[in-house]
């Protein structure tokens, strides 16, 4: 028969277990993302349009992903704060890890947002640059101001 002790000790190490988990699971999220932002990179230098617009999609899904990691992740905190006063070291290890991606993450998406900045607005020129010869003379300009219509045809 399971003591109160036991049971407790049991939950604490499953709330562990279920934390550590649910760390590295996000950590290979980031890490996933991370890869993807590279992709990002090189697609918006190259100046593919197709590629970088799946690119984005799985981008999407992927923080969709991480997004409900993090709605997991708070509640687990918090017992994992209350089952252990005195914090463990992996948990440490692994947050610190998790928050280094993070910061790789953020890094590289707001380079690649600059970069795409950087391309849009060279496309932008371009396009301005582009401009429609007004030299073009309409094939009609010199009939002249009609003076006459004949109305019995």
């Known amino acids: 028969m399971i003591t109160a002790r036991e049971a407790e000790i049991e939950q604490r190490v499953n709330i562990l277990k279920k934390l550590k988990e649910t760390l590295l699971r996000q950590r ?20 593919n349009i197709d590629r970088l617009e799946v690119q984005v999609r799985m981008e999407e899904e992927i923080v969709q992903e991480i997004t409900n990691f993090q ?19 992996s948990i440490s290890m692994l947050k610190d890890s998790l928050e280094k991606v993070k910061q790789r993450v953020l890094q590289r998406n707001k380079k690649n947002r600059v970069l795409l900045g950087e391309k849009m607005n060279s496309v932008r020129h371009e396009i301005k640059s582009l401009k429609m010869k007004v030299d073009t003379v309409s094939p009609y300009a010199d009939i002249g101001v009609p003076t006459l219509v004949d109305i019995t045809t």
Do not use: C, T
């Open 28 to 47: 290979e999220k980031f890490h996933a993302y991370l890869g993807l932002l590279e992709e990002e990179e090189e697609s918006i230098a190259a100046g």
């Open 71 to 89: 709605k997991v992740m708070l509640p687990l905190d918090e017992l994992y704060s209350r089952a252990y006063p005195v914090k463990e070291k």
